[in-house]
């Protein structure tokens, strides 16, 4: 089975530090996603990745960068965490004709 | 554009009762479908996928799901729900390109 391993599943920071979420699939997928998740408003994509060093800009990319340097690993990053970017980040990856994605377990940043 | 409407928020449905969630969607093109099911503080988990074929789809934990492309559904089904379906469960589609559009997630509570 594909795994998505997202590193932290809690993670508390302070407002204004610079913070990496990293996301490691072992499938060999090309695809690669990261989404937020608040309450009512479902996943957005915050932005999304197609191959190495490739990135899109997904709906709600303001406040956030990220890096593919490696095929397996996609790293979200905010630049200067804010509380309005406390939330549940998901990562998933896509192989090529699969269709379907396979979600990491989450990471649930708070920032204070 | 793609999108996909739950229009239901909350499910509630007794234990040992029949039990559906809803799923419209909305693409240009065949669509593929999928549900899949997140329990609290974890990613989600994939339920089942309709591609292409047999317009009803078995997955995961007894569940089904039947694709009607006229009335452009697919909604989730199981026979006889359990205390331990209850969660959170979101519809996606896509057609074409490889993302998928998620809908906001419904929460079902099986009661005891």
């Known amino acids: 089975d594909v795994k998505v391993t997202q590193s932290s599943r809690y993670l508390v920071k302070r407002t204004g530090e610079k913070v990496f979420l990293e996301c490691v699939q072992d499938?060999?997928?090309?695809?690669m996603f990261w989404y937020r998740q608040d309450p009512g408003l479902g996943l957005r994509l915050i932005y999304f990745?197609?191959?190495?060093?490739?990135?899109e800009k997904g709906d709600i990319p303001e406040g956030y960068s990220v890096s593919r340097e490696k095929k397996e690993r996609f790293s979200l990053i905010l630049e200067s965490a804010s509380t309005n970017q406390t939330s549940m980040y998901l990562c998933?990856?896509?192989?090529?004709?699969?269709?379907?994605?396979?979600f990491g377990s989450g990471t649930r940043l708070t920032v204070v | 554009a793609q999108s996909v409407a739950q229009p239901e928020d909350q499910v509630n449905v007794a234990e040992g009762n029949p039990l559906t969630v809803k799923c419209t969607y909305s693409?240009?093109?065949?669509?593929?479908l999928f549900w899949y099911v997140q329990y609290p503080n974890r990613g989600l988990q994939f339920l089942l996928k309709?591609?292409?074929?047999?317009?009803l789809v078995k997955g995961s934990y007894g569940f089904e799901a039947e694709f009607n492309k006229s009335q452009t559904s697919f909604h989730l089904k199981k026979p006889s729900a359990l205390v331990s379906d209850s969660a959170l469960y979101f519809c996606?589609?896509?057609?074409?390109?490889?993302?998928?559009?998620f809908g906001k997630g419904t929460k079902l509570s099986v009661i005891p």
């Open positions: 998933a990856s896509q192989g090529q004709g699969n269709y379907g994605y396979t």
């Open positions: 499938m060999d997928h090309e695809n």
């Open positions: 990745s197609y191959d190495v060093k490739m990135k």
């Open positions: 309709y591609i292409t074929g047999d317009n």
């Open positions: 693409v240009s093109g065949n669509p593929y």
């Open positions: 996606a589609v896509g057609a074409g390109s490889y993302q998928l559009t």
